[in-house]
């Protein structure tokens, strides 16, 4: 079953045309690259996704659920069950690493709270450094700390916005690696956002190519790179 719908997704920012008429599906389980160069849409696709922006045209389903049509419903972000990575950690500054990743989970109260954020700090390989703060943390440490934060409210899909971008080339096949397995582990799906062709190769189960606000082409790994 398709868990994300896409449909002819338009949208303008004043004058310009950021979205020509998107379509995608994303099954469930699946990890979807959109690759593509800057100014090509593919952050403005991410936002729709996410309920940070509205759709001119089209619509947008998560499961069964309609989230956004143009003139239609809009369901907004914090119902969306999803989790979002992006390229500046976007970590709380005074607070822990484990109370970053408790802080969505506040509802479940302080003890409970606490014990999934480690459980899932420990996932990423990071419950030894829980009590740091994000500035004693690494930029791969602190993005790893932003994965557990996105995975702690079990999303059912995951969204990121190149989040290896700011990071050097040894440590960005180690977290690529990290981010693949632990979103399999847990059998969500992700919109992954990158400009890096071997990223989105090594990572996706298919990768979309963007240009200019159109999708110019969706396809496995293995049959981008039999082309000439
Ligand atoms: P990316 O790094 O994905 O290319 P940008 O740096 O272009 O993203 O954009 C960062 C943020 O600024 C995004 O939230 C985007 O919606 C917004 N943005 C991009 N272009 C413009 C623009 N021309 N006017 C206003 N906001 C913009
Ligand atoms: P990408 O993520 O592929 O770099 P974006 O989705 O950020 O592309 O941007 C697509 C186009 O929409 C760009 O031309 C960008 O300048 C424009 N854009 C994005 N966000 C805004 C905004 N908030 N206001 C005006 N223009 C925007």
Known sequence: MSLLHIDAAHKRYDHHTALHGVSLQLQEGEI????????????????????????????????????????????PPEQRQLGMVFQDYALWP???????????????????????????????????LA?????ALSGGQQQRVALARALAVKPRLLLCDEPLS??????????????????RAHGISALYITHDHREALALGDRVGVMHQGRLQQLSTPRELLRQP
Request: net charge neutral; hydrophobic share 45%.
């Open 94 to 128: 005074h607070l822990s690493a484990l109370d970053n990743v408790a802080l969505p989970l506040h509802r479940l109260g302080r003890v409970a709270a606490h014990k999934q954020a480690l459980a899932m700090l420990d996932e990423v390989g990071l419950a030894a």
């Open 166 to 183: 700011n990071l050097d080339a040894g440590l960005r096949e180690e977290l690529r690696e990290r981010i693949g397995s632990v979103v």
């Open 131 to 135: 009590d740091r703060h994000p500035h």
């Open 32 to 75: 979807l690259c959109l690759l593509g160069p800057s100014g090509s849409g593919k952050t403005t696709l991410l936002r729709l996704v996410a309920g940070l922006e509205r759709l001119d045209g089209g619509s947008i389903r998560l499961g069964q659920t309609l989230v956004d049509a143009a003139g239609g419903p809009f369901l």
